[in-house]
């Protein structure tokens, strides 16, 4: 993976400091430190002087220097992993399936992630997917779109973790591994107590899991008391032990009951698990359910560098989705924008018949697909479909609403990481700069903050402007010496808030048993999408493993749906 990329100026550790060389690459001064045995290079901003070889910098009492921080750090160690290996397996039976004598002709409607995960990975079998999008834009829930001035704006704040081994390997088979821009395997928390200060969890390279993630978490104690610690690690014992089984099984505690039944102090879901809550599924503790935790936990703790988060090198549409729909062009699929389902047109005997299009067009194929959010599959379900215990299910499933907010300041911030942050905020979820985390959205000068708005059911009627005037307010405690309510300090020079009033579904308990698997009891119709049955829930990682479920369905079911094929064929012969 390429080392090279843009950097920014935060506060600055002592236990951090490291002596920098500035080399040039183009017009552009570069610096770059000796890591261990790793070289990694970056871009320092925040003064026109920089630093001749050899400077060390160090911390002074009551003064805020600037750091320099890598934004690429190199790809970790993850082909390796068990999550990893089964991935590619999966991955690798698809191009190793048998071609088909006739390739199967399947309609796909949505180009999210999951949509584009199952045409691609039936596209590597030797079908014919063709993906349908309503939108002029690819990515669904990692959609974005250009503003005049050429600045891009996002859907959601998307990270990328080394615990998503679908994800990855994905990036690995399309060949854009180095798109990933890898960040210090740190989780950073804003101190509401302490504003513009920061606490961090820093896991070190030199232990292996789970005792990387228990030494980060002993090593703060800025969040957590000893006595906290102890009980919280006591608690978490029997999902450690219990696995996989034992997660499913806490599906029906929310997180706050979950942690006072393991006697778990309040304080342990105050300081630390309304953000994590927020952060996985944008709603507080009072409802997310316990599983969702700890299938992160699991994760994180169970994989050396699960925690571990990589930015996008750039806007998902073109960076990440455009690659997949090449990859299945140059298969002989089809991927259609605007073209949106009006109707699911069904056969006598209720299965489909065709997709009928708002634009007046129809299509037909040998097996369908609705790798749409599932508020929007409930809207288009057949009548004589609703009172099937499979569809019926699905009315629990609901998308929980999401704002994602972000502002380009008229200068460049300083009190802010490289890296995504838990802001700890009632209003806020995770922000960053992306002006230094994102390759393509790089500016020295100024700021854009990305913010994700949650829990947002409260808000997502409002107007911008008042989102906008809640979001100061939070930041000016986030940024005391650079940003006011009022803006009498940092200018707002735009924004852009982007509402989904249905996003993910809402993972409250009880939801688990009413996850379809993605081959419905109707010949020929199948689902994709995160909130069917897989175990990485509502994630980008969980969209990408429901599309290769769903394909594995469809080229398992090849034999019935070929014949299914022929025999309506020669139904419509007979007429």
């Given amino acids: 993976m390429s080392q090279w990329g843009s950097v920014s100026a935060t506060n600055f550790s002592s236990h951090q400091s490291r002596i920098f060389e500035f080399p040039n690459v183009g017009t552009v001064p570069r610096c770059c430190f000796s890591l261990g045995s790793k070289k990694m290079a970056s871009l320092a901003f925040g003064s026109n002087q920089f630093m001749p070889p050899g400077t060390r910098l160090k911390k002074k009492k009551g003064v805020l220097p600037l750091k320099v921080v890598c934004v690429d750090y190199p790809r970790p160690e993850l082909d390796s992993t068990v999550n990893f290996l089964e991935a590619a397996a999966l991955s690798a039976s698809f191009r190793g399936s048998p071609r088909p004598a006739k390739p199967l002709k399947v309609v796909i409607a949505g180009a999210g992630l999951a949509g584009l995960s199952t045409a ?30 050429g600045d891009w704006y996002e859907t959601g704040l998307h990270i990328f973790f080394g615990a998503y081994p679908n994800v990855q390997n994905l990036f690995g088979e399309l060949g854009i591994d180095d798109r990933l821009q890898w960040k210090e395997h740190s989780m950073i928390f804003a101190m509401p107590s302490k504003p513009g200060e920061f606490s961090r969890f820093d896991f070190t390279d030199a232990l292996p899991a789970p005792l990387n993630g228990i030494w980060a978490i002993l090593r703060n104690n800025e969040m957590l008391t000893w006595a906290e610690k102890v009980k919280f690690a006591i608690g978490l014992l029997p999902a450690m032990v219990g696995g996989q089984p034992y997660v499913e099984a806490q599906d029906g505690f929310t997180v706050k009951d979950w942690m006072r039944k393991q006697g778990i102090p309040d304080r342990v879901t105050d300081e630390v698990f309304i953000a994590m809550s927020k952060a996985l599924n944008f709603i507080n503790p009072d409802e997310l359910s316990m599983q969702c935790i700890l299938i992160a936990l699991n994760r994180f703790l169970q994989e050396k560098h699960g925690s571990k988060m990589a930015f996008l090198d750039g806007n998902p549409p073109e960076r990440l989705c455009m690659p997949i729909v090449d990859h299945i062009q140059s298969l002989g699929g089809e991927v259609r924008l605007n073209s949106r389902i009006q109707k699911i047109d069904l056969n006598d005997d209720g299965t489909v018949k065709k997709f009928l299009l708002t634009n007046g067009s129809e299509i037909e194929g040998d097996a369908y697909v609705f790798a749409t959010p599932v508020d929007i599959l409930k809207l288009l379900l057949p009548e004589n479909w609703k009172e099937i215990p499979y569809f019926k299910k699905l009315d629990k499933l609901v998308g929980v609403p999401v704002i994602n907010v972000h502002i380009w300041f008229d200068r460049k911030l300083k009190n802010t990481y490289d890296h995504l942050l838990f802001s700890r905020s009632p209003l806020l979820s995770v922000y960053a700069d992306m002006s230094v985390t ?38 000016s405690k986030l940024f005391p010496d650079e940003i006011a309510a009022d803006q009498s300090k940092a200018k707002i020079l735009k924004y852009h808030v982007v509402k989904t009033p249905r996003s993910v579904y809402k993972t409250v308990p009880d939801c688990e048993p009413c996850r379809p698997r993605q081959r419905s009891p109707l010949e020929g119709f199948y689902l994709a999408g995160d909130y069917t049955k897989q175990k990485y829930l509502a994630s980008m990682e969980g969209a990408v493993l429901s599309g290769k479920f769903c ?16 025999r309506i064929l020669a139904e419509a012969g007979s007429r």
């Avoid at 990975?121 to 250009?146: M, N, Q, S, T």
């Fill in 438 to 475: 994102c390759k393509e959205y790089y500016n020295p000068n100024q700021s854009m903050l990305e913010l994700v708005f949650a829990p947002a059911e409260e808000w997502i009627s409002r107007s911008d402007s008042d989102i906008i005037d809640a979001t100061m307010k939070e930041l």
């Fill in 120 to 149: 691609k990975y039936l596209a590597d079998a030797g079908h014919e997917p063709i993906l349908l999008e309503a939108r002029d834009v690819l990515g669904g829930k990692v959609a974005a779109w250009k503003d005049d001035d």
């Fill in 551 to 566: 394909a594995q369905a469809i080229v398992q079911d090849y034999e019935l749906l070929a014949a299914r094929g022929q």
